[in-house]
């Protein structure tokens, strides 16, 4: 059992260029979401998914599309990478009961660099 | 609004000593709920515990219990016995019920555990 897997685990773009980060998660969790971790702060929202064809936005959304075609994947893409986009970047999924989720559970992260 | 707050960036325990970290949070709606979880310096994010709005009784997980205090609105973790292992950040995160699943995160706490 896998759980969250994301790839790559490091990555260094050119201002201007664009990537996609992947996210894959095999517990069948309705829910996907997209963070970014910088120095000194908390985990921030970019984006987020309930199900299949249901995304939405987040805190910190400039920057970020995300499409969710599949329950299991959630890939996050940067259209045109700029510095401040330097960050570690995380997926996560959980389950629901009843409205409430539960059973966060992260992937092991994307540390992204732009120069 | 909803937020968390964690006032200690950095903290020293000595091993085999117990260690709180401490977690307030704010928010208006009555159904929520509250995790904990710890940062290594390998990065990943690891799951510790959690605390519904309506759970009556503290939750505890091994070592780890969380200090519930809901007319105070603190959720702080406290860490028994701490070991050398234990040494890492911990964020307090708060999930609000119809929120689309968003995780709020405090900005993390250094703990460091002494020999």
């Known amino acids: 059992n896998a759980g969250v897997t994301q790839t790559p685990k490091f990555q260094v773009l050119k201002t201007g260029q664009s990537m996609t980060l992947q996210c894959a998660q095999d517990m069948n969790h309705e829910y996907m979401s997209w963070y970014r971790q910088d120095p000194g702060m908390g985990l921030r929202l970019i984006h987020y998914?309930?199900?299949?064809?249901?995304?939405d936005q987040g805190e910190v959304p400039n920057g970020y599309n995300v499409s969710r075609s599949t329950t299991e994947d959630f890939p996050l893409r940067l259209l045109s990478a700029a510095p401040s986009q330097t960050s570690v970047y995380f997926c996560?999924?959980?389950?629901?009961?009843?409205?409430?989720?539960?059973?966060?559970?992260f992937g092991s992260g994307t540390r992204l660099t732009v120069v | 609004a909803q937020k968390i707050t964690q006032t200690q960036p950095g903290m020293f325990v000595q091993e085999k000593e117990a260690v709180t970290l401490d977690c307030t949070y704010d928010t208006s709606d009555q159904s929520y709920g509250l995790f904990w979880y710890k940062q290594p310096s390998s990065g990943e994010m690891i799951f510790l515990i959690y605390q519904g709005s309506y759970d009556e009784q503290n939750a505890t997980e091994g070592r780890y219990s969380l200090n519930f205090q809901k007319a105070r609105k603190s959720a702080n973790l406290v860490i028994s016995a701490s070991q050398l292992g234990d040494s890492a950040m911990y964020f307090c995160a708060m999930r609000v019920y119809n929120q689309g699943g968003k995780l709020i995160f405090g900005q993390g706490t250094e703990l460091s555990v002494k020999p």
């Open positions: 998914s309930v199900g299949a064809g249901i995304t």
């Open positions: 996560a999924s959980s389950y629901s009961i009843q409205g409430a989720f539960y059973g966060y559970t």
